[in-house]
């Protein structure tokens, strides 16, 4: 127990350099993470609404979180927690109706008129 003491005495600045390298690749993946996370929740969204139509909405919310973990590569799902992917999923929600009421050819791709 006294030469890990020691140990880490005399390292001290090296073991805080290496947590402070560990603590950025991490931010950075979890950055790159989310802004797949949440282009793909916009697709998602899209694909939820076109194949489960209105009025279903926890069947849609359910089958989308479904989804994209299913999509998430392991590590991602550790630092990225359901909560999370839920707020993302909201705010996806909102840009996506933002959208439908701005593209008639979207509103006709989620009814099923437009193209597959």
Known sequence: ME???IFIMTHWDGIVAVAALIAGVIVLYRRGEVTLVKNALF????QAEREF???TGEVKK???IQWVYERLPT???????QKTIE??????LDVAKQKWAANPHLRGYISGNGNK
Not at 75 to 81: D, G, M, N
Not at 87 to 92: G, K, Q, S
């Open 62 to 64: 359910a089958a989308v």
């Open 87 to 92: 707020r993302y999923l909201e705010t996806a």
């Open 3 to 5: 030469s890990i003491s």
């Open 75 to 81: 590590v991602a799902r550790l630092i990225i927690s």
């Open 43 to 46: 697709t998602l969204v899209i």
């Open 53 to 55: 139509g209105s009025g």
